[in-house]
């Protein structure tokens, strides 16, 4: 299939010098599901700035559809980028926290409603339009993000730890959700986390990053059972590097 994303060795440092990014190189294809998984500070909310253009590379080239991104500004990149805090307007209600950006790009008002009804639809919230986001519990939050983020039918989609702000068995039913929305939609997707349980679930191909490099890329099951070094053994949890036996658990 022909590639759609593309990055090629992308590097960032610090403004003390220090090295965030080093020779992130890899590929998505149309509808791909990616997880990005590492621990704070490994580099991963760096990444996704850069490829929605919020924070610029050192050197290196990022392209989608075989087109340079590298000097886009973010607003014409036609990515969607959830942040881990949501992000939503509190003087505005659901109806157009969703429609906002619609309306910036200069949709009529009869397609922004029948695109945010849509979309409330899609993420059962239908009958929420004139909430206010401040009335609503951390997961229907967490859900009109997501409408707002699909809304302008993006190209690409990024989320930047959706779930870690909500506890632990409300994340557990949300990332339910989530998979299944996603995966309802042709959409290429990002998905950031620390969580490798979250990271297996919402992806089929996950790359480990540490300290700004690629430690390890592949299939929840090739890094399961073939982890590629220590830390990747021990960050996941599989049983040992190089085990290649049956059904090996997950911690």
């Given at each position: 299939?022909?590639?759609?994303?593309?990055?090629?060795?992308?590097?960032?440092?610090?403004?003390?010098?220090?090295?965030?990014?080093?020779?992130?190189?890899?590929?998505?294809?149309?509808?791909?599901?990616?997880?990005?998984?590492?621990?704070?500070?490994?580099?991963?909310?760096?990444?996704?700035?850069?490829?929605?253009?919020?924070?610029?590379?050192?050197?290196?080239?990022?392209?989608?559809n075989g087109r340079s991104m590298d000097l886009s500004p973010p607003h014409k990149r036609n990515f969607g980028m959830m942040f881990q805090e949501f992000a939503l307007f509190p003087h505005l209600n659901v109806f157009d926290n969703i429609g906002f950006g619609l309306k910036m790009?200069?949709?009529?008002?009869?397609?922004?409603?029948?695109?945010?009804?849509?979309?409330?639809?899609?993420?059962?919230?239908?009958?929420?339009?004139?909430?206010?986001?401040?009335?609503?519990?951390?997961?229907?939050?967490?859900?009109?993000?997501?409408?707002?983020?699909?809304?302008?039918?993006?190209?690409?989609?990024?989320?930047?730890?959706?779930?870690?702000?909500?506890?632990?068995?409300?994340?557990?039913?949300?990332?339910?959700?989530?998979?299944?929305?996603?995966?309802?939609?042709?959409?290429?997707?990002?998905?950031?986390?620390?969580?490798?349980?979250?990271?297996?679930?919402?992806?089929?191909?996950?790359?480990?990053?540490?300290?700004?490099?690629?430690?390890?890329?592949?299939?929840?099951?090739?890094?399961?059972?073939?982890?590629?070094?220590?830390?990747?053994?021990?960050?996941?949890?599989?049983?040992?590097?190089?085990?290649?036996?049956?059904?090996?658990?997950?911690?």
């Amino acid at each position: 299939m022909k590639e759609e994303l593309v990055l090629d060795q992308i590097h960032k440092t610090t403004d003390q010098g220090e090295i965030a990014l080093f020779d992130i190189s890899f590929s998505l294809t149309r509808g791909d599901k990616l997880s990005i998984l590492g621990p704070s500070g490994s580099g991963k909310t760096t990444l996704l700035r850069i490829i929605s253009g919020l924070e610029k590379q050192n050197f290196g080239t990022i392209r989608f559809n075989g087109r340079s991104m590298d000097l886009s500004p973010p607003h014409k990149r036609n990515f969607g980028m959830m942040f881990q805090e949501f992000a939503l307007f509190p003087h505005l209600n659901v109806f157009d926290n969703i429609g906002f950006g619609l309306k910036m790009k200069g949709w009529n008002r009869h397609r922004v409603r029948s695109r945010v009804d849509e979309m409330l639809d899609l993420v059962n919230l239908t009958g929420f339009g004139n909430r206010n986001p401040l009335e609503l519990s951390g997961g229907e939050r967490q859900r009109v993000a997501l409408a707002r983020t699909l809304a302008p039918r993006p190209e690409l989609v990024m989320l930047d730890e959706p779930l870690s702000s909500l506890d632990r068995v409300l994340r557990k039913k949300l990332l339910a959700q989530l998979v299944r929305i996603l995966s309802s939609l042709n959409i290429t997707t990002i998905f950031v986390t620390h969580d490798h349980e979250e990271a297996f679930a919402a992806g089929q191909r996950i790359m480990i990053l540490n300290q700004g490099r690629i430690e390890q890329s592949g299939t929840p099951e090739d890094l399961i059972r073939r982890p590629a070094n220590e830390f990747v053994r021990s960050f996941i949890g599989s049983p040992g590097i190089g085990t290649d036996s049956g059904n090996p658990g997950r911690s």
